[in-house]
């Protein structure tokens, strides 16, 4: 089977236009077939707060209205992903820029209401993405470059979890693929110290899990995202790294942050 | 060669909603292959305006400054392009949703500076357009669904004219396909008599095109629009028609607006 990545990047690399300059080199400088997976950013707040909508919230989870679906519509698929597109183009890596909509390749339920109505939220199943489509644009030379909007096949759009499209994207696409999934995010992976530096932990066997998770090692929000990674390792995936975007280039020489395998 | 149509609708479809749920249906509903082009309409205007930015005019000609740059690139290629894309899917139709950076399927130039500067605005050459990437898109059982946004290949967007990107869209495909380029405006097509309803003129072969501006048929902005459109003819477009979006269904039967052919 031939290798592929899924990359996802979160705010921290679309905020800062240095950092996504650098990420983007890096990440057209992967070698073998690749999607890129982005969030938000503080953009689509700024944009909100500029238009008079709040950010709205109800026992500290957000709420996408349908103002804040339209905001979020325009950032993401419009403004952050067009951008993010014509400069990968320009570093020479065929990207073709996506929602859930786009092809079908991604159908969401909407979110049932039960004590929070979360508004136009879309969840994934196992049916959710179409690795067919996304297989067809891959044999066609392109790469990818969704962001976090999903459709309901009603013609409604949803807001949708970046790190939810990139775990159900890998899991669709390892059926056909040798496929890695790639967190980055602002720590340089699972840390033995969080005081030092240097004490990375380089791989995460699947038994071990428990084991650090007793050890206090893996702790507060990893342990969801450690168990987020080892679902999708279950359903197919090689393997998941969770490591800093600027060291991305490591991950040729598997010393990118910290690796999950079976 | 098979059939394709290249569809160009504008703000007065795009502006109401019922109008653009009727087009949507109508245009799902054409068979063989298709590509959807679209302008903008009010919304970029109105989000223009919540944000306080103002339309640039100089000498009745509207500049594309950053500001502008980045409400478009929202409006179009996000709101817009994303909720059309996902009505299209849900009446049936594989649409996708692109900029010309999307698969690098439009390169376009900065307009050169001369009395006027225009600011972030594309123009296109014969080049421009890459109709093998627009293939492999169709031949993937997709429908291209495009704004009005290109790339410069430099890594930045440009505003482009929606007209000019049909036009150059369907002379680049006529390589491989029957090609017809339709413009949905608010009028049937070229009235013998702008007061009689009925006086619709059917056809137009391009030798007929002097005698009619002499009579004074064609006269104003129909000129230009006509001009345009015989130049595509005589660069491999087999038809273009000028007709009323709500009318698309009659194309069926060679009935639709004013068909232009050699």
Chains 1, 2 share one sequence.
Do not use: W
């Not at 390749?105 to 508004?119: C, H, L, N, T």
């Not at 390792?233 to 393997?239: L, P, R």
Request: charged share 25%.
């Amino acid at each position: 089977m031939n290798k592929l990545s899924v990359i996802k990047i979160g705010g921290n690399v679309i905020d800062n236009s240095e950092k996504l300059h650098q990420f983007l080199l890096d990440f057209t400088a992967l070698p073998g077939d690749k999607i890129l997976i982005h969030g938000g950013g503080k953009i689509a707040t700024e944009l909100g707060t500029s238009l008079g909508i709040e950010a709205k919230m109800v026992d500290g989870r957000r709420i996408t209205d349908i103002e804040t679906l339209r905001v979020v519509t325009m950032v993401y698929a419009g403004l952050i992903n067009k951008n993010m597109v014509a400069q990968l183009q320009n570093k020479g890596c065929n990207a073709i820029g996506l929602t859930g909509a786009d092809g079908n390749i991604i159908k969401a339920a909407k979110r049932p209401v039960k004590e929070i109505d979360y508004g136009f939220v879309g969840d994934l199943n196992e049916t959710s993405v179409s690795s067919e489509m996304i297989n067809n644009l891959l044999k066609a030379g392109l790469v990818p470059v969704l962001c976090a909007i999903t459709h309901d096949g009603d013609g409604q759009l949803l807001n949708t979890n970046a790190d939810t499209i990139a775990s159900a994207v890998a899991v669709a696409m390892s059926d056909r693929y040798d496929t890695s999934l790639i967190y980055c995010f602002e720590k340089r992976g699972v840390m033995r110290d969080i005081e030092d530096d240097n004490s990375l932990v380089a791989e995460i066997k699947m038994a071990e899990f428990e084991g650090l998770k007793n050890e206090g090692v893996v702790s507060g929000g990893m342990i969801p995202k450690l168990h987020n990674a080892f679902e999708a390792i279950k359903s197919g995936v090689t393997a998941v790294y969770i490591g800093k975007a600027d060291e991305l280039p490591l991950i040729d020489q598997q010393n990118f942050g910290t690796r999950l395998i079976k």
